[in-house]
């Protein structure tokens, strides 16, 4: 990422999700896991628009850890509010901060997503999310 690209998705990412993800995707106690190494961040694209969208439901492993209430909150709320390319900003940023090297994610793919689940009501069950390719 080019400097002011780096800066801009992580002012996004600080504004909405360092709260419970911690300022380093470090995850923190009572909030949420981590996102630092998580395989749900680096792993299919799809898969992070889809959970970032609809949000998720614990409990849930990352990183082979098992995280649930009251470890962490019950939901991830959804980020469907978001417009497609913040959204896309702050999930590029998770794919390619601290050390990441995954590819970026565009506003386009978000769109896509978003049309193709625009009927999803509930946040995903780590179950269903493992069903999506």
């Given amino acids: 990422m080019e400097d002011a690209s780096i800066a801009s998705h992580a002012e996004a990412y600080q504004m909405v999700c360092a709260g419970c993800h911690g300022s380093r995707g470090e995850g923190l ?5 981590p996102l630092h190494k998580a395989d749900w961040v680096l792993g299919s694209k799809d898969r992070l628009i889809q959970i970032a969208l609809h949000g998720a439901h614990s409990p849930i492993y990352v990183g082979g850890q098992l995280y649930q209430s009251p470890d962490i909150l019950s939901e991830m709320p959804p980020l469907s509010v978001l417009e497609n390319e913040l959204l896309a900003s702050i999930l590029t940023y ?6 990441h090297a995954s590819d970026p994610i565009d506003s386009n793919e978000v769109a896509r997503v978003r049309a193709a689940t625009a009927g999803r009501q509930t946040p995903w069950t780590e179950k269903e999310l493992l069903s999506i390719p």
């Fill in 94 to 99: 998770i794919r390619q901060a601290w050390g």
């Fill in 29 to 33: 106690k009572n909030q949420a896991p």
